[in-house]
Every structure is written in C-alpha cells, then in structure tokens.
C-alpha cells in the first residue's frame, strides 16, 4: 500500500473511534508534519528560536483532543493541520506579547519551553494571521486556499479535490491571495503598529 492511501484508511478508523489508529496516524504523518511545520518557520527571521517539533505535537493534539475527528482524505487532513499549526504559533505570540506587556495570565500550553518566539516574531505571526483572518472575511475560500498551499504544502490538484474547484482557479485564487497578504503586510499602516 501507498502512504496516501494508508494515511486515508487511517483517518477513516480514526473517524470511527479507532484511537489505536490516532498513534499511527501520527507515526506516519510525522515527517510530514515537521517539514511543514519547519517551512512554515524559514519564513520567519532566520534567528527564530521555534522548534518545529513542539508546534508539530500541540497542533496534532488539538486536532485529535476530545470527540473523534473527521477527516475527508489526507489533504483535508493536511489543510486542518496547517490551521491548527497556525493556532499553535498565533496563540503563543499573543501569549508572549501578553506578558511582556503585563497583559492578563493566559493558560499555558506544556511546549512553552520549547517554543520561543522574539517580540519581532511575534508581532509578525500576529500580523500575517491578522492578514488571514481579513482575507476570510472577503474571500473564505480564497484564505482557506493560500492556508492549505502556504501551510499545509497542499499542491494544487490536491487543493482543487478537496475543495471540488478546478485547477485554474485554485491558481488564480493564490495569486489574489498573495498579492492581497503582501499588501497588508507591506502596504498597510495598521498591520505594522
């Protein structure tokens, strides 16, 4: 068998409360998982101090935590990863700017030693999902596109199946996607304060 198709039965017992199969959901993705989670960090400064192994362990506990997932096939799987490796690294950069600040005591996730963000990267997570969250609110499946490529390393045939769109189109939505995150990034005032 093939590890896609192994990584979609996995995700099918693990829909039907499979938890043996969570475990080697995980021995079989893993790789993956920490090669996108450590992309997602080379986009950061090249001094960052994140270890791609904590965000890669929170984010898969958060995915599987309490009642049994349901995934459609290994890209949807992915793109949820992707959102959730995302949320890893937001919540610790709100968390750290929280207390630098005197900001109110926030619960603390168990990586917090492994996970170590400067006040400029933080500031750069907050501002890139700031980014995202503006875009979801224009265009949802233009977000969820640039998240599944940029994040989750979905290509886009993959994209174009999970999201029942043509190729063509998943094409042109990243690049709207992209110029629109470069520009709110870059152009506009609000998102460097």
């Known amino acids: 068998m093939n590890e896609r198709h192994d990584v979609t039965q996995l995700l099918v017992r693990i829909g039907g409360g499979d938890e043996p199969a969570v475990a080697q959901l995980l021995s079989l993705v893993y790789n993956e998982l920490r090669q996108i989670a450590a992309a997602m960090m080379r986009r950061e400064r090249p001094n960052h101090t994140l270890e791609p192994t904590a965000v890669v362990h929170e984010a898969f506990l ?4 309490g009642a049994h ?12 990863a992707a959102r959730a490796m995302r949320r890893v690294l937001v919540d610790h950069a709100r968390r750290r700017l929280a207390g630098k600040r005197g900001g109110e005591q926030q619960r603390q996730i168990e ?3 492994d996970l170590s963000l400067t006040d400029a990267q ?6 890139l999902n700031e980014a995202l969250d503006r875009l979801e609110q224009l265009d949802p499946r233009q977000a969820r596109i640039v998240e599944m490529h ?9 994209i174009a199946v999970v999201l029942e769109i043509s190729e063509r189109t998943v094409q042109r939505e990243l690049q709207t996607g992209r110029l629109f995150l470069k520009r709110q990034l870059h152009d506009d005032p609000a998102s460097s304060a």
Request: proline content about 6%; hydrophobic content about 45%; glycine content about 6%.
């Open 69 to 80: 997932p349901r995934f459609e096939n290994r890209a949807h799987f992915f793109g949820i």
């Open 62 to 65: 958060r995915m599987v935590d």
């Open 111 to 113: 990586l917090a030693d």
């Open 122 to 127: 933080s500031e750069e997570v907050l501002a």
């Open 150 to 158: 940029y994040f989750a390393g979905n290509t886009v045939p993959e």
